[in-house]
């Protein structure tokens, strides 16, 4: 059974840092993982996917990676803004299987 | 948005009463997905459909069923509600691409179980 853990569960960075939000899986036979940004009270909204053939794939200030072997991706933000605050959401789909989600990592960005 | 829309958007009910939340799409999409969300848990999958009355359990299936008679709606029923299914109900779609598969999701409803 697929599983899908994020680390940090919270995390708080000056506005301007450059930060990483991680996610890890236990079987790497996926298909492509996605990050989605749920704003508080609000749906989730796809940012990045990834196909399990790709290494990364990049969306202005937001970068995805992808290294199946270990089970990992990270998602690079760049030059955070205030605007950027919110949950960040990883899903792995697997072949024949629904999509599986990570609990999330809740950012702030402060002024 | 992907035309996804949810009713009602809040809910308030007693234990023991039967709810439905209903997910209407405009875009003809083939597969709808509900899920809950709860702290701690993340998004955990209810039941979802491959096409009109296909439909399939999830994860966290017990105490729900499913109806999806028309391709645009998606019906969630909670037989018997109970304090333990107070949460928010997300309805999703996706549609099968290569591998480009993404899911989009409705605004929520939030369920509160008295």
């Known amino acids: 059974k697929q599983e899908v853990t994020q680390i940090p569960a919270a995390l708080s960075v000056p506005e301007g840092e450059n930060l990483v939000l991680n996610c890890s899986f236990t079987d790497s036979a996926i298909y492509n993982l996605q990050w989605f940004r749920q704003d508080p009270g609000k749906g989730l909204t796809s940012l990045l996917l990834i196909q399990s053939s790709q290494r990364e794939q990049t969306s202005g200030r937001l970068n995805a990676s992808l290294d199946k072997s270990s089970g990992r991706s990270t998602l690079y933000i760049a030059a955070s803004q205030p605007g950027d605050s919110a949950t960040y959401l990883c899903a792995v789909l697997n072949y024949g299987q629904n999509f599986v989600f990570g609990p999330g990592t809740r950012l702030s960005v402060l002024p | ?114």
């Open chain 2, 1 to 114: 948005d992907a035309g996804i829309t949810q009713s009602p958007r809040h809910k308030v009910t007693e234990t023991g009463t039967p709810v439905t939340l209903r997910c209407h799409q405009t875009e003809n999409h083939r597969y709808m997905y509900w899920y809950r969300q709860d702290p701690g848990h993340g998004l955990r999958l209810i039941h979802y459909s491959y096409g009109v009355k296909d439909t399939d359990k999830g994860e966290v299936s017990d105490g729900y069923s499913v109806s999806r008679s028309k391709t645009e709606d998606f019906l969630l029923t909670l037989e018997s509600a109970t304090s333990s299914q107070t949460s928010v109900y997300f309805c999703a779609i996706s549609e099968p691409a290569g591998g480009w598969e993404t899911q989009y999701f409705g605004p929520g409803t939030r369920l509160l179980v008295l």
